[in-house]
């Protein structure tokens, strides 16, 4: 195999000598030059492993360089050095197309693995151009409408570098795969992913989470425990309701970023931490923003790239889909024989608006599939809320009657709720059948218009003794 290369950029001698010296002990091949033009003519001569150049140069700025390194060799990382503290440029390499950072004065440490990564990256994009595993993509998000053609793409292009991305989408559109597939897509794929869901954390415990702590430094730490930035090293660390972070954490965590380092409680070090931020909220967080509740800094940090994640009732066309790559995970983990929707319970499942989106589907057919006959699912099976408001309608349309169901108070159907208010006239029907048929289960089922095995499914799964 042939030395790698890599071309620098900088018109300070000193760190033009750091990096070759450095980058030289790596077995790496280096070419220096200190202006634009002179960069110019070494990609027009030589291709390149790895560039990295300065923000500002004699004859032009780094921002010329990685727009044309983007746009004439889109196989080649390339880093920019940033005066210390200076985020925005940092965060304009990144969008222009920059592979990450580097900080003035340079950590060695950060230097040698951020090139390790840059290197693994361009060898698999040399490779297979990394687009031949999109197609695992549609294993696992499911949908041949332009929206989700467009998410899949996007997805492929922001694994090829470092940039921090915000995942957009309302509740159960599926953020945290879409996390999932950039970090396996690109070059940390061999690195712990670790996704955190910042409103599950106590505040008073927030740091400790994040950050770890030493043994002693406060009552009940015991032990020295890892925080979430060191498990994540070397790999990706998803935000999961980053929104949901208080203000004192917030400043803590935009200077681990910014820092790429972290200091555990009660430590007197800080811990160089090598870690893709991946974050998503279903809330609005510019709003936040504009209302004080977000810090701005923060929000330029991690929303780099914004990515949009569609709901359900914007990708209809998606929902037969989805409904059968559901029902066949789910007989693979039951070993029964696949769900088949009938005609009409396609259509109803169509037809409706999905408040909880993907989660929520996967919970209807998963109901229908222990309410139903054998393995054939009925519109009746599926058990959908008899009122459904549909996307830029004005008002709601009734659906007809069902034995299971009346139609809820317009409450019950919002977020988190919808569940809860299904099981409960689960509940009460079952009970109801079970005092008139004096407990004979086999006539409860009967009654209700089940199979036996479904009423039994549902008296586990309510609690019902």
């Known amino acids: 195999m042939s030395q790698q290369t890599v071309l620098v950029i900088d018109d300070e001698r000193d760190i033009r000598e750091l990096l070759t010296i450095t980058l030289g002990r790596m077995d790496l091949r280096v070419d220096a030059v200190g202006t634009v033009t002179e960069a110019r003519r070494a990609l027009a001569e030589h291709s390149y492993d790895l560039c990295f150049t300065d923000m500002r140069l004699p004859d032009g700025n780094g921002q010329e360089v990685i727009e044309l390194i ?9 880093a920019m050095i940033t005066a210390y503290g200076n985020v925005d440029a940092a965060v304009n390499a990144l969008k222009a197309g920059a592979f990450d950072f580097v900080s003035k004065p340079v950590d060695i440490q950060m230097l040698r693995q951020l090139v390790r990564t840059a290197l693994k990256l361009a060898e698999e994009k040399r490779s297979d151009h990394v687009a031949a595993k999109s197609g695992g993509t549609g294993d696992r998000l499911v949908g041949d409408s332009p929206a989700m053609q467009q998410v899949r793409s996007t997805i492929t292009k922001l694994a090829r570098n470092q940039a921090p991305v915000y995942i957009a989408g309302e509740s159960g559109v599926g953020k945290e795969l879409v996390a999932r597939l950039i970090h396996e897509q690109g070059p940390r794929a061999g690195g712990p992913f670790v996704p955190v869901n910042c409103g599950a954390i106590p505040s008073e415990l927030m740091e400790s989470e994040f950050f770890g702590h030493r043994k002693g430094s406060f009552t009940g730490a015991v032990n020295d425990k890892e925080g979430l930035f060191q ?16 203000l004192h954490m917030q400043v803590k965590l935009l200077r681990a970023i910014q820092e790429k380092a972290v200091r555990a409680i009660g430590g007197r070090d800080e811990i160089p931490v090598d870690v893709r931020i991946l974050s998503a909220t279903h809330k609005n967080l510019g709003a936040l923003v504009e209302l004080g509740q977000f810090r701005q800094d923060l929000f330029y940090r991690i929303n780099v790239i914004e990515l949009c994640v569609p709901p359900l009732r914007e990708r209809r066309g998606d929902v037969p889909l989805l409904a059968a790559f559901i029902l066949r995970q789910l007989a693979a983990k039951s070993g029964a024989a696949a769900g088949q929707l009938q005609p009409a319970a396609q259509r109803a499942l169509e037809e409706y608006d999905f408040p909880g989106n993907v989660r929520e589907l996967e919970n209807i057919l998963e109901r229908a599939m222990a309410m139903c006959d054998g393995d054939t699912i009925d ?21 007809p009657a069902t034995p299971h169901a009346v139609a809820p108070p317009a409450a019950a159907t919002g977020d988190g709720g919808l569940d809860d208010y299904i099981s409960n006239l689960e509940r009460t029907a079952i009970v109801k059948a079970l005092e008139e048929s004096r407990y004979n289960k086999t006539a409860a089922a009967k009654k209700l218009g089940i199979t036996f095995r479904a009423l039994r499914y549902k008296l586990k799964k309510l609690g019902i003794d």
Do not use: K, N, Y
Not at 231 to 246: I, K, Q, Y
Not at 379 to 399: F, H, K, N, V
């Open 231 to 246: 498990a994540a090293h070397g790999g990706t660390l998803f935000l999961d309701e980053v929104a949901e972070l208080p």
């Open 379 to 399: 519109a009746i099976d599926l058990m959908l809320p008899q009122r459904t408001q549909r996307a830029g309608a004005g008002a709601a349309s009734e659906a």
């Open 70 to 78: 983007a746009t004439s060799h889109p196989d080649t990382p390339v």
